[in-house]
């Protein structure tokens, strides 16, 4: 089998799966045209459109992110071509951390501490206890689910919430719209880990988030169109004062790079960082890349990426 892969370090990733899987013929894009034609599998992050339209008999292709919106909106993608996503290969935990850190820096005021050293303001805030202080996690997939219960381990009420009925240890879930009205009404910071989908894009809007509490936070490591930009910024307010939304950390955008004029970028209330809270750990995610690839050369069965419903 050949199989070509694409994505930065492409180098780094050809090498370890080659290793992996000595059967295969392993080459990345920057092989000749010939050789990137007759493909068996693509092994693929962000491809360009062309890559896509190049192999000729295309048997199956394994996204090597978690989201495959990317793919999915990639107008070179093949119809009818079976696509295996990364499942959490390591990205959850790291993901929870990250929440957990935005979780903290709220419920423990490092938002308002940072804001009053700028002023040389010492002046204590007490502490909200975790059990009052509600999260709501929206996705519980592989990585929602996991990370909804390293939030619960540490002492938060959790509150997730999925499309249909799913029912998970320590965290209260929430399903449909009801479900999701019922979330927003009672959580201090909102976790967005949804796939992008047409049913999730701005999910995040003026109606759900004037259905949070006042002084609530945002916290997404998700994806970027979750969010409208506009509401999210109205809700904000400007200025230090805290506006109906007390802050929002943000991991994804719906254009990356973050373009530099954009206000996000320098509202005092909001903290940004370039899409890092799920980085994908090379040996856990070249393992379940082999696994798919044997999958699909043996006619395994194996669980493909649903594009109608985007996941
Ligand atoms: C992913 C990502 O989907 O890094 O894996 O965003």
Wanted: glycine content about 8%.
């Amino acid at each position: 089998m050949r199989v070509l892969v694409h994505i930065d370090d492409a180098e780094l990733w050809r090498d370890a799966l080659a290793r992996r899987l000595p059967e295969a013929e392993v080459i990345t894009s920057a092989a000749p045209e010939s050789a990137r034609r007759a493909a068996d599998y693509l092994a693929v992050w962000k491809p360009p459109e062309w890559l896509l339209r190049e192999p000729t008999a295309l048997k199956g292709i394994v996204n090597l992110g978690a989201g495959v919106d990317a793919l999915l909106n990639n107008p070179g993608l093949p119809s009818g071509v079976p696509i295996v996503k990364l499942r959490d290969a390591g990205m959850a935990e790291l993901i929870g951390d990250y929440v957990r850190y935005a979780v903290l820096h709220f419920q423990r005021d490092f938002d308002r501490y940072r804001r009053q050293q700028a002023h040389a303001e010492w002046r204590e805030h007490a502490v909200v206890d975790k059990a009052d202080w509600p999260v709501g996690v929206l996705g519980l997939g592989a990585i929602g689910a996991k990370v909804a219960s390293m939030v619960a381990a540490d002492g938060f009420p959790v509150h997730g919430w999925s499309r249909s009925p799913k029912s998970l240890e320590a965290v209260t879930c929430h399903h449909g719209d009801a479900g999701l009205a019922a979330l927003l009404a009672r959580v201090r910071s909102l976790v967005l880990l949804l796939p992008d989908t047409p049913a999730t894009r701005h999910i995040v809007n003026a109606e759900t988030l004037s259905a949070l509490p006042a002084g609530a936070s945002l916290i997404n490591p998700g994806r970027g169109t979750l969010v409208d930009e506009a509401a999210l910024l109205e809700a904000l307010g400007e200025g230090e004062r805290e506006g109906r939304l007390r802050g929002a950390v943000l991991d994804a955008f719906p254009e990356e790079p973050l373009a530099a004029e954009n206000p996000l970028w320098s509202h005092p209330r909001v903290w940004i960082t370039p899409h890092m809270a799920g980085p994908t750990p090379l040996g856990a995610a070249l393992d379940q890349v082999a696994e798919a690839l044997r999958a699909f050369a043996a006619g395994e069965p194996i669980d493909t990426v649903d594009p109608a419903a985007g996941y």
